[in-house]
Structures are given as structure tokens and as C-alpha cells.
């Protein structure tokens, strides 16, 4: 199984810019979904941005779609979450995943996940 290690939350005011990275030992496969989530204190948990694939299609929340960017180059590299335009809606937890798409983001079906990293941002 992979472990992964996020890092790079904070505290930040709104209108700023934080990036997230999410490191693994342990293999992913090219085939492989990529992913970053969060979680709101009382929320369940929810997708942030994926990559279907090594080189595939790479999807966003609509809450965060043109603010977010997700990058990865391949499978042995560093995922990075790239947020600009926090607002205080993003607060929460972000963890990343690795596991299958399936047609949909669902975390149920992410077997790996990090130990997270807090983002807060204030107004």
C-alpha cells in the first residue's frame, strides 16, 4: 500500500495563495486516480481536484474550478495542489488519495489516503 504525506497547509486571509503537496513512498501505477480532497469540521468529505490517470483527464470541483490547479508530471513524482482566491469556504482539511475513478470522485473508493494538512482561511 502507498503512505502518503501531505504538506504546505496554513492560515491565510482571503484573496491569498497557498500550495499543497503530497508526497509518496510505495508504488502508484500509471493507471492509477490521483487526487486531493477536504473535509469541513460537521462535513463529510468531499473532491477537490483528480487526475484520472498518468497524462489523463484532470477534473475539478465546481467550487474550485479556475482558482485551483492540481499538477503532477508522472506517477513517481510529488502531486501538487496549487490555491489561489482562497476564500473562507475552503477551509478544512485537504488530504490526498490514491486510487480508481470509476466514473466519479467518490472517496470510497480511494484505499490510500495522507494524514492530512489544514487550510484556514480567514476573512
Known amino acids: 500500500q502507498v503512505q502518503l504525506v501531505e504538506s504546505g497547509g496554513g492560515l491565510v486571509q482571503a484573496g491569498d495563495s497557498l500550495r499543497l503537496s503530497c508526497t509518496a513512498s510505495?508504488?502508484?501505477?500509471?493507471?492509477?486516480?490521483t487526487g486531493w480532497f477536504r473535509q469541513a469540521p460537521g462535513k463529510e468529505r468531499e473532491f477537490v481536484a483528480g487526475?484520472?490517470?498518468?497524462?489523463?483527464?484532470?477534473d475539478y470541483s465546481d467550487s474550485v474550478k479556475g482558482r485551483f490547479t492540481i499538477s503532477r508530471d508522472n506517477a513517481k513524482d510529488p502531486m501538487f495542489l496549487q490555491m489561489d482566491s482562497l476564500k473562507p469556504d475552503d477551509t478544512a482539511v485537504y488530504y490526498c488519495?490514491?486510487?480508481?475513478?470509476?466514473?466519479?470522485?467518490?472517496?470510497?473508493?480511494?484505499?490510500?489516503w495522507g494524514q492530512g494538512t489544514q487550510v484556514t482561511v480567514s476573512s
Open positions: 487526475i484520472r490517470w498518468t497524462g489523463g483527464p484532470i
Open positions: 510505495g508504488r502508484i501505477s500509471d493507471t492509477d486516480s
Open positions: 488519495a490514491v486510487g480508481g475513478f470509476f466514473g466519479g470522485w467518490n472517496p470510497r473508493m480511494f484505499a490510500s
